[in-house]
């Protein structure tokens, strides 16, 4: 098995949750404060020691590329008028790490979409991000995951604990725990039926993937239009390979939804350094009333 060296962050969704704010900017940029959630992605990606990102877009995601590209023009006005602070902060950001983008074709789920960047993982083990999911933790969650990748040799995903009524939403894994947090996977349920879920450890869309695992991703079938990662887990699983499970340590906002999105917000909002004390002053304020 390789080391990681590359990541790629999943971008390609339409966002219809977040209508009608998502018909003209992706869901991917919507802010924590003053930075919008894939800038998080590619800090906990950089923290964790890669520096090649790879976004898989979809039609109308042309802001994200374009937030982490240069710009001149920004920079000169910038640059002109002395805010030599605003001109660090948004010159960093291009320099975060080496970007490149492709474009999945359609929208036919998680899986396809990572294949649409096999040219650029091929024969190399890599990390997977999505658009959706913020960890805030130290150690960020990639690099969790890379310790457990590291030990064992072997694929690993992200899980976190969900409740019952709320398992139907995810692909819930069965398996046997190995060690504190870390999990041998026997099967993967994706979206199982409500009162089926065979435990209440979800999958996120985070894991660290091996080139062994790629056929098993290009078999999968399609379940209504799209293909998921879950079921090449379980057949990897069901042909005697190593799939592991690791409970990240940290805490998890689903920004794919309206109130894990506003969760974050506050939360971000109250550890943000120019404005965190203050804000959490009014929030303290506002509900006393």
């Not at 690791?246 to 971000?268: E, P, Q």
């Amino acid at each position: 098995m390789t080391d990681i060296k590359k990541a790629i962050i999943l971008v390609a969704g339409y966002g219809t949750r977040f209508l009608p704010v998502t018909k003209a900017i992706p869901k991917e940029m919507l802010p924590l404060v003053d930075k919008p959630l894939v800038h998080f992605l590619a800090e906990e990606i950089v923290s964790a020691g890669l520096k090649d990102i790879l976004l898989v877009t979809g039609k109308g995601k042309l802001a994200i590329e374009d937030y982490f590209d240069r710009a001149p023009e920004v920079e000169h006005f910038l640059e002109i008028k002395g805010k030599g602070e605003a001109l660090r902060i948004v010159r960093e950001i291009s320099s975060l790490a080496s970007f490149g983008s492709v474009r999945q074709m359609e929208q036919k789920g998680v899986a396809d979409a990572v294949l649409a960047a096999k040219p650029f993982f091929d024969g190399e083990s890599f990390a997977v991000l999505s658009g959706d999911d913020i960890i805030d933790a130290q150690p960020s969650a990639l690099a969790q995951m890379i310790a457990v990748y590291k030990k064992y040799r072997a694929p690993v995903t992200c899980l976190v604990e969900v409740t019952p009524e709320n398992a139907h939403r995810y692909g819930v894994i069965d398996g046997v725990e190995v060690e504190p947090g870390v999990w041998k996977i026997k099967r993967a349920v994706e979206k199982p039926a409500p009162g089926t879920a065979p435990t209440n450890l979800a999958t996120l869309t985070r894991f660290v993937l091996t080139p062994d695992f790629i056929p098993y991703l290009e078999r999968v079938e399609p379940v209504h239009g799209e293909l998921y990662i879950p079921p090449a887990i379980a057949a990897y699983a069901q042909d005697g390979h190593d799939f592991y499970g690791y409970v990240v340590k940290g805490t998890y906002y689903d920004c794919g939804d309206k109130l894990g999105y506003m969760r974050a917000v506050v939360d971000m909002g109250l550890k943000h350094p120019e404005i965190g004390e203050q804000f959490g002053a009014w929030l303290t304020e506002k509900y006393k009333k």
